[in-house]
């Protein structure tokens, strides 16, 4: 493979002897190798920054099956001096966990052992790098910065940013001998304006697998993001009712991503912290909406081959017209449940623990046209700028937060906007609202999730633009 680790293909025969002594003392016994190299280009105002990205690490794991639990040992370089301190040092830890079973009664609920089919092969996507040096890639942003200070005199802060992450990982057990490259990626435009209602914040982010597309989106929606923060100072806060909407792809996004993303990680089944289980082949939403979830469905800021666990990447089917059919798992969950894996075991680190995570989680395109969509809206709004959320996968619960939304009365736009927009409700209803999907499906992954208030990874989400009823506050 051309871009792939020269420290992880050094380190490759080390770790297939180590797994193969593992394997004489373990019924189940891997490695995840991982080195990972990023880089941040931006400039806020005048100040230039260049560096490392937090992302960058370099790192091994080893799980092994004591027989009773899975047992996980993180350890940052490997050699011949260190073979063997390595193994002692993992028989150690899993003796600790096997012990520590024993005493909560973990022989009565043992885990059971992880079944692999025979499987080696490489996996490589192209660099993002297009050959640019640092001056060139700085100059870019220079350029786009002073266009977006000149714009307006009401623009104080402007930010343009640049993300290049490119992975390399390593997967090793007695079956699989996995090796994977894969990169991206992502941009973002941030522009603060001063208004007589105070300072006022836009942004735009995308991403993906092309450098060129990526910084060719920034320089052309930079403009527009200092003209919507002007805009923003002649916003006013929303009457809270429930509303007939129409939301961009960025806004389907984070609908998706906390409505039935979180809501199907399997992880929660076994720990019943979910409600999803109760409505499997249910009807859950409107029959016009189909949802997914994949590494393997787009490539993306949270594309990928294989995952942390060794589980070729796939597109797992969340909901098929309105009935609920899947949800996404890690290994050991997919075990416990006695179900196919989906390949969502990611890890934070190489030093933290695999869980279901999501990847790309998506609604399908449909064949409607936005202004059909506004026309059929007597009032309501249009609903921009997707910017967090959270959900509660045990009662269903949801909130999104938008940028702004604009006003919409017997089909036509007002002119007026309101700002935040803060959307409420019940996941079924909301689903279930969903009367109308635009023809494309756009997806981004700029931003980060955490699994509760930890363990952060990149995650991408998208759809089309979507009719449906939301509940502002």
């Known amino acids: 493979m051309k871009y792939y680790s020269g420290y992880l293909r050094d380190s490759r025969d080390y770790l297939s002897r180590l797994v193969e002594a593992l394997d004489r003392k373990f019924e189940y016994a891997s490695i995840l ?3 990972i190299r990023g880089t941040q280009y931006g400039i ?17 794991v080893a799980r092994v099956y004591t027989g009773v639990v899975y047992a996980e040992y993180s350890f940052n370089a490997i050699g011949e001096e260190s073979l063997g301190e390595i193994e002692t040092r993992i028989i150690e830890t899993a003796d600790n966990a096997s012990r520590l079973a024993s005493l909560t009664g973990g022989e009565q609920r043992s885990d059971p052992l992880i079944e692999e089919e025979k499987l080696t092969r490489e ?8 050959g640019k040096s640092t001056e060139k890639i700085m100059e870019s942003l220079r350029e786009i910065s002073d266009a977006m200070g000149a714009y307006d005199v009401a623009i104080v802060q402007r930010s343009v940013s640049l993300e290049i992450a490119e992975v390399s990982k390593i997967f090793i057990s007695k079956k699989r001998d996995l090796a994977q490259f894969y990169n991206w990626c992502s941009g973002m435009v941030i522009a603060a304006a001063r208004t007589q209602k105070g300072t006022r914040r836009n942004s735009f982010m995308t991403s993906g697998k092309s450098f060129e597309r990526t910084l060719a989106l920034v320089r052309e929606k930079s403009l527009e993001v200092c003209r919507t923060a002007v805009l923003l100072g002649s916003a006013v806060s929303a009457i809270p009712g429930e509303y007939d909407a129409v939301v961009t792809p960025d806004v389907a996004g984070i609908i998706a991503h906390e409505a039935f993303g979180h809501g199907v990680e399997m992880d929660m089944f076994v720990k019943n912290r979910a409600k999803a289980p109760q409505y499997m082949n249910e009807p859950i939403a409107n029959p016009c909406v189909t949802m997914y979830d994949g590494a393997g469905a787009f490539e993306q800021t949270s594309s990928y081959f294989f995952d942390d666990e060794g589980t070729l990447a796939d597109k797992t089917l969340i909901i098929e017209n309105g009935i609920l059919i899947s949800g996404i798992n890690d290994a050991l969950s997919a075990l416990r449940l006695k179900v196919k894996p989906t390949g969502n075991g990611r890890r934070e680190s190489f030093e933290r623990k ?14 409607d046209g936005m202004d059909a969509m506004i026309q059929g809206i007597k009032r309501g709004y249009v609903i921009h700028g997707a910017e967090s959320g959270m959900e509660d996968p045990k009662n269903w619960g949801i909130q ?4 702004y939304g604009e006003e919409i009365v017997d089909g036509k736009l007002t002119g007026k906007i309101i700002s935040p927009v803060v959307m409420t409700g019940y996941v079924p209803d909301l689903l279930m609202s969903i009367a109308a999907r635009g023809s494309e499906t756009e997806i981004c992954g700029t931003g980060y999730c955490g699994k509760g208030h930890k363990e952060y990874i990149k995650v991408s989400s998208g759809g089309p633009c979507m009719k449906l009823k939301v509940k502002i506050g």
Request: aromatic share 14%; with cysteine; hydrophobic share 30%.
């Open 33 to 35: 190798g991982t080195d």
């Open 354 to 367: 695999a869980y279901t995570r999501m990847t790309n989680t998506y609604f399908t395109a449909g064949s």
């Open 123 to 130: 996996f490589e996507r192209e660099s993002v790098s297009n």
């Open 44 to 60: 806020r105002n005048e100040l230039l920054h260049f560096g490392e990205t937090e992302l960058v690490e370099r790192g091994f």
């Open 400 to 403: 999104c937060v938008a940028c």
